[in-house]
């Protein structure tokens, strides 16, 4: 294949791209740039939110004077997977679900909401400090993921509303 070729199959995804308005999230004029330091989450109210909360202000920086509130409601529960001959459960799955609204502070419009999900396993075979352990560990990754996921569904937000 040519020289010639190799840059025209290269340039087309790019082209494509730019036609469908794609622009980097930390560009100029970005949404990650417009929420750095710019967004107020709502205070936590248990551990599983203050996990959330924390994660969320990790990726996006604390506010001094915020643009943006975030609203946040954490719901999880804990299903019993593997049952052994005992009844004794040995897995644990711990399902986490965020409702999230973004609103702008001065216009009082929500700018963005959605919800998302995730889910994380635990063993409980181990002595209950191992379990409680891992179950500690679960709650902490799945506030991560959920963080992950909220934080990414804001970049992917139209600000401009």
């Known amino acids: 294949m040519s020289l010639l070729n190799r840059r025209f199959l290269f340039a087309v995804p790019l082209l494509a791209l730019a036609a469908c308005g794609f622009q980097p999230v930390y560009g100029p004029g970005g949404s990650g740039t417009a929420l750095q330091n710019a967004v107020q989450v709502d205070a936590p109210d248990d551990a599983f939110s203050y996990t959330l ?21 954490v719901d999880t529960s804990q299903e019993g997977l593997a049952i052994d001959s005992e ?12 409702d999230f609204a973004l609103r702008n502070i001065s216009t009082g419009q929500v700018v963005t909401s959605g919800n998302v999900e ?14 409680l352990a891992a179950e500690r560990d679960a709650q902490k990754r799945l506030m991560v993921m959920l963080a992950e996921q909220l934080v990414t569904r804001l970049y992917a937000a139209d600000l401009t509303r």
Do not use: C, M
Not at 58 to 64: C, D, I
């Open 118 to 131: 995730n889910f994380t396993g635990y063993s409980a075979t181990g002595s209950t400090v191992a379990t």
């Open 53 to 73: 909360v924390r994660e969320i202000e990790t990726r996006l920086g604390r506010a001094a004077s915020p643009r943006y509130a975030l609203a946040l409601t």
């Open 87 to 98: 009844d004794n459960t040995t897995r644990y799955n711990l399902v986490g679900d965020v």
